[in-house]
């Protein structure tokens, strides 16, 4: 794969997180581009065969839909595409089976930006990636996930991140909440500088990456 203008196509189902994830890497990554989305398996195979990406970024959960069949039946025909698989499934057989079929690389949700940038630099390289195990991929089988930490969000913080990530606005969150627009506004203030983010979408990717929604 070339260094070099990289096409990369982003798979997920929460339009919200792509565009998150989008506007995070255009910060972090230079020479690529977006050559397309999908929200389900389906349609992601057709980008693959219509647009033929130098690598796609794949969730697992798409609808009713798996991102494991992307894997296999890209693995399966030969394709070149490469694949990172970024997702929130939490299940030591799905990470085998991820394994199995060599996927490229295997990244949790919960993992910082960095780790994605690194990720992505090595396979558009051709460079080996060496996944980390997903949290609690080495516990016991059926055993809850631990819930990941939250950067000192108050209860009306959290609340906030989950009413952002419903698509309200911020007069609606304030109807919602009972309380005035201004103060909405000094949460979500907060929140940006707690986070790290510049705008909602990278809150809600941060929220969806962490499992808080």
Known sequence: ?????????????????????KLSLDSSLKDFTWVGEAANAKTALDQIYDKRPD????DL???????????????????????????????????????????????????????????VEALRNNQPFTSPPLPNSNEEEGMNPVPALKPNLTAREVEIVRLVAAGQTQKEIAETLGCAPETVKTHKGNLLRKLGAR??????????RTGLI
């Open 1 to 21: 794969m070339s260094s070099l203008a990289t096409r990369i196509l982003v798979v997920d189902d929460h339009p919200i997180f792509r565009e998150g994830l």
């Open 55 to 58: 690598l796609v970024i794949l």
């Open 61 to 119: 959960i798409l609808g009713s839909t798996s991102g494991l069949d992307v894997v296999r039946e890209v693995k399966s025909r030969q394709i070149p595409t490469k694949i990172l698989v970024l997702t929130q499934v939490q299940d030591p057989k799905t990470e085998r089976e991820l394994r199995r079929l060599e996927v490229d690389a295997i990244l949790s949700k919960m993992a910082p930006l960095q780790s994605v940038v690194e990720a």
């Open 199 to 208: 705008n909602s979408a990278e809150i809600v990717a941060w929220a969806t």
